[in-house]
């Protein structure tokens, strides 16, 4: 049985790596994708509680603070959060954390 850590260890990993070539674009080079995905990874810890049958629950909503600039690049490419957000999802779950409605960035 894997335990939380080790479970959002390698949940964080993959969030790096999957958006890590798609997000370079839409960031300045002080806020490196590798920190957007420890941020979230770190809200979701914050926040998780058991569930039924040593399920987890994880927070549904996260709130990103930006700069104004990058907050201009995200409202032109929408997809980005949308990528970002289903990526959490699924990979959340894919690592036995739940949600109890779709996750919202």
Known sequence: ??????????LESRLQNIFEGSAERLFPTTTPP??????????????????????LFAPNQFIVQVDPEQADRWQTNPEFLDKLTTMLGETAI?????????PII
């Open 34 to 55: 590798k920190k957007l995905a420890h941020s979230l990874i770190e809200a979701m810890q914050d926040g998780i509680q058991p569930g039924a049958k040593d399920g």
């Open 94 to 102: 894919e690592e036995g954390i739940s949600f109890k409605s779709a």
């Open 1 to 10: 049985m894997s335990t939380l850590e080790d479970k959002l260890g390698r």
